[in-house]
């Protein structure tokens, strides 16, 4: 899960919704009450889970690490083929914009010709 989560892509990503997020609860009263509310009941929920699994968890840590192993090789992997997950979400949009107005641009001059 660190692993996805500190990729250049997915960190950027999750900033992005961070900063609408704040901007959203900060520009509005009722809707920041109701966000408030959700992450009290998250908090809680969390909390509560927490101490049941925790049992559950430990007899799992063998295979958990296993697992974790295995996809942390399959990530590696996977960002070796796809270098678009290296790239903060900002710069994917633009290179898409840059991409798709050479197309046009190219489709425009086939056109004309």
Known sequence: VNQVANLTLVSSARDMASTAYASTKDSHPYIRTVCDAAEKGVRSVTEATASCVQPVLASLEPHVAAASEYAS???D???EKLPLLQKP???IILDTKELV???VTDAKDAVSS
Request: glycine share 16%; charged share 35%; no cysteine.
């Open 101 to 103: 107005s050479s197309r």
């Open 77 to 79: 992997k996977l960002g």
């Open 73 to 75: 090789k399959g990530l």
């Open 89 to 91: 979400v900002e710069q």
